[in-house]
């Protein structure tokens, strides 16, 4: 190996805060600062470092046989791509640092595989390269991120999420309204897949063709970097799908599994014929019942049958194949590379298969991520995962981990707040935040109201069961509720996926439709129109504040309608999910300006909210503490962090409700409150009375 000594160095404090975040790495000994040794010293003692690290870092001896044969064989990488000593030494040290949980996650996965050890050397180099493409800036933004590790969990961070093409047409354009996005208050944009999909029919952008190609529609992959760099100018992190349970069937891989090439086949589950399909149908369930039946598709050309749990489209991939493991963490680390600071993981219950189950949130399934993620630490260390799991709230929160998903979609918490709304009750709302909502530490949860799916309701029968509720009655009664066949419904929604069979149900609507805007604009009637907006705050109101990373559904800050032309669009037409993904209607902000406008009203409202929090050291984190209110129709509870607190109380039912001060008193731990939202002072002299669909936030004046 060549003397690269006089290669440009950096910083070896940071370097020192780097290993020594991980626990269970003993320290090396101490660095001397920059300016008391040359530049070929520090080298010498960052490698003493690293030896001291491999021989006493890494637990499993397993692990240290392999890691001791595949660090020699990185000498002729680090020649090739001329790396100083110092760079090979700083991602060695993060290898060493995360080798046991990588070594171990994959032995466990593909450790039967004869070729295991070459596999483990590839999934390696991948990382490297990964770590090596990644741009400076990144790096730094890693370094930062590894050295205050709970960054996402900021009072200051707050979320917008959208389509690009039915925002703003393309990514050249979606730059130019990164002053919109500031002007509300955000600083998380999500956006919807945009990678090259099929045509025609691609589940909204979540059949991927090229997971390194934007769609042509809406720009190319440098405007992608561009549109990254300059939301880190304006202090926006960007969001992005990862879809990697399946790929198209004109993906690349596909298209060579259909030329008959049998590497290719074998990235998929194919089968010759339904002996095999058969055997799994039996325990599985179907996603779609009302596109096709079954979870399996027959391919004319290759005469087989192919394994498709969502759409006949999209061929699901076979991770008991090593190489598909490393094929998609070349895509995962050229999409974060890009400049992606969260990775969204699509569909992940479902990317493990195993006969003789329903093939969802299998153990495997966890340790996959967890395989991703501790590859991610050492190439990308800043980027930060978000589950999307919409089942069970016991398996929804087995996904979340510092070693896992970081953060996670609350999916439980935004159809218990729908229920409440149509109940006018909290008690199953209140009894699921009691016992759901505490994380582990170094995650988060991600709190939305709607989003580009539907709402099923993911609660837990043994919840209601023990508040008296009988879950199935309850799920039927909130859908006729929410489709607005429940006699006094003030909703609009639209069913999806409705199967006869077992009365499943899920539901299509924008906020404001949902809340009852729509239907008091059909009615002419002000008084509803009132209320219907005092709902859609409300439930902003929470979300901001219950703790978690708050997600708009970009349209929702100002009252976006149902968009009920979708079915005039062949592509669309057969999913109802489109009625809630309308088109932007940017004329619609000349009324934000106007004070007798409803859109208006709604727009200065939710940006008053999301200014207000990202002031509240006491929004920062998920401390939540339950208030035990009189009242059924009430919702309270105590936010506190970093020593400072705030009282939430909500009135969900359209009549006032009373609330004894003294619970107040004794929760804020003072006599006089000030309502951050209206500026109202609040004292505990006396009952306090929360209006029809009113909320405060009450900190001690």
């Not at 990488?77 to 000593?85: A, I, L, R, Y």
């Not at 990964?130 to 890693?142: F, I």
């Not at 999409?335 to 219950?349: E, H, K, W």
Request: overall charge negative; glycine content about 6%.
């Amino acid at each position: 190996m060549k003397n690269r000594t006089n290669i440009k160095t950096t910083n070896p404090q940071a370097i020192r805060m780097t290993t020594a975040t991980n626990v269970n790495l003993p320290k090396p000994p101490p660095l001397p600062e920059p300016e008391s040794a040359p530049a070929e010293t520090m080298n010498a003692m960052l490698t003493n470092a690293l030896m001291h690290a491999v021989r006493n870092g890494v637990k499993d001896s397993r692990a240290q046989s392999a890691l001791n044969r595949l660090l020699p064989k990185l000498e002729s990488f680090w020649e090739v791509e001329n790396v100083s000593q110092q760079e090979a030494d700083e991602i060695q040290l993060r290898i060493v640092q995360h080798w046991d949980d990588l070594f171990g996650y994959l032995l466990h996965l593909y450790g039967d595989q004869w070729d295991f050890f070459y596999h483990l050397e590839q999934i390696l180099l991948t990382i490297i390269r990964g770590w090596r493409m990644r741009p400076e800036q990144l790096k730094q933004d890693d370094e930062h991120r590894i050295n205050n590790p709970e960054w996402y969990q900021s009072e200051k961070l707050v979320g917008g999420a959208l389509y690009v093409d039915l925002f703003s047409e393309n990514l050249g354009e979606l730059r130019k309204q990164i002053p919109y996005f500031q002007d509300l208050g955000l600083s998380y944009l999500h956006l919807m897949p945009l990678f090259a999909v099929r045509p025609g029919n691609n589940d909204g952008g979540y059949a991927i063709s090229n997971y390194r190609s934007v769609d042509p529609r809406v720009g190319t992959i440098d405007d992608l970097r561009l549109l990254a760099d300059d939301l880190r100018e304006a202090g926006i992190l960007l969001v992005l799908d990862f879809v990697f349970n399946h790929t198209a069937d004109d993906h690349y891989w596909a298209q060579q599994a259909q030329s008959g090439n049998e590497e290719y086949q074998k990235y998929y589950f194919i089968f010759p014929d339904r002996e095999v399909p058969d055997q799994y149908e039996r325990t599985l369930r179907e996603i779609f019942p009302t596109v096709r039946r079954g979870n399996f598709t027959w391919h004319d050309g290759m005469q087989q049958w192919v394994w498709t749990t969502f759409n006949s489209f999209q061929w699901d991939l076979n991770y008991r194949n090593p190489e598909v493991f490393r094929a998609m963490l070349s895509e995962m680390l050229f999409i974060a590379n890009t400049g992606v600071d969260l990775l969204r993981l699509d569909a992940v219950a479902f990317i493990w298969k195993q006969m003789g189950t329903n093939c969802e949130n299998l153990p495997e399934a966890h340790t996959l991520i967890r395989a991703f993620n501790s590859c991610v630490r050492i190439a990308a260390p800043g980027l930060v995962f978000k589950s999307e799991a919409i089942v069970h709230p016991d398996d929804v929160v087995r996904y979340i981990s510092h070693k896992e998903c970081q953060t996670s979609y609350n999916p439980t918490l935004m159809a218990l707040m729908w229920e409440s709304l149509a109940t006018r009750d909290t008690k199953l709302l209140r009894r699921s935040l009691a016992r759901r909502h505490k994380l582990p530490e170094r995650t988060t949860w991600v709190n939305y109201l709607r989003c580009h799916d539907d709402i099923g309701w993911t609660f837990d029968d043994a919840d209601a069961a023990a508040v008296g509720i009988d879950a199935f009655g309850h799920r039927q009664f909130l859908n006729a509720f929410y489709t607005g066949q429940f006699e006094g419904s003030f909703a609009r929604g639209v069913p999806f996926q409705h199967n006869p069979d077992n009365g499943d149900m899920r539901i299509s609507g924008t906020l404001a439709s949902l809340a009852g805007l729509e239907q008091a604009i059909e009615s002419d009637r002000d008084d509803w129109k009132e209320l219907a907006i005092r709902r859609i705050l409300l439930l902003n109101a929470m979300m901001l504040s219950v703790g978690g990373i708050p997600l708009v559904y970009l349209g929702e800050e100002w009252g976006a309608l149902n968009d009920y032309d979708f079915v005039k669009d062949p592509a669309k037409a057969g999913d109802t999910r489109w009625v809630h993904r309308p088109k932007m209607q940017w004329k619609f902000l000349e009324e934000l300006g106007d004070d007798g406008s409803i859109r208006g009203r709604i727009y200065r409202s939710i940006r008053k909210l999301i200014a207000i929090r990202k002031m509240t050291p006491a929004f920062g984190g998920l401390d939540m503490e339950l208030l035990v209110l009189e009242s059924p129709h009430l919702l309270g509870y105590v936010r506190q962090h970093e020593g400072n607190r705030v009282i939430v109380i909500a009135n969900f039912c359209e009549h006032a409700q009373e609330i004894d001060s003294n619970r107040l008193r004794t929760a804020g731990m003072g006599r006089f409150f000030e309502d951050l939202y209206s500026g109202q002072t609040i004292t505990t002299s006396h009952p306090l009375t929360l209006g029809p669909y009113e909320f405060m936030w009450l900190h001690r004046v």
